[in-house]
Nanobody, 121 residues
Framework: VQLQASGGGLVQAGGSLRLSCAASGTIFSFRAMDWYRQAPGKQRDLVASITSGGITNYADSVKGRFTISRDNAKKTVYLQMNSLQPEDTAVYYC????????????????WGQGTQVTVSS
């Protein structure tokens, strides 16, 4: 399973971006799809998560501004980011948690390569 993140870029404060994370390979089931971010010199933090059942969860810092969604047919998860602020500047990573490629497979986590989001003031 491979995850390809895209959609990052440079945007002014108050602007919007939509990140995409496309999964390739066989996926029988998964527990959740997550977006993380890591700013320079800081730890990687969970930004948003969506479970296989569609339950979403957000970090307090992005609630009301970011929306996570997925398209099962395209095996893609999205992160719509509105009202971006300079403190949102980071490399954003997508992750697939608890993935089983086949019904008999062990559960594995996968990570995408990251996409840079830079918000100028």
């Amino acid at each position: 399973v491979q995850l390809q993140a895209s959609g990052g870029g440079l945007v002014q404060a108050g602007g919007s971006l939509r990140l995409s994370c496309a999964a390739s390979g066989t996926i029988f089931s998964f527990r959740a799809m997550d977006w993380y971010r890591q700013a320079p010199g800081k730890q990687r933090d969970l930004v948003a998560s969506i479970t296989s059942g569609g339950i979403t969860n957000y970090a307090d810092s992005v609630k009301g501004r970011f929306t996570i969604s997925r398209d099962n047919a395209k095996k893609t998860v999205y992160l719509q980011m509105n009202s971006l602020q300079p403190e949102d500047t980071a490399v954003y990573y997508c992750a697939a948690k608890g993935v089983r490629q086949f019904y008999y497979s062990a559960s594995t986590d996968y990570w995408g390569q990251g996409t840079q989001v830079t918000v100028s003031s």
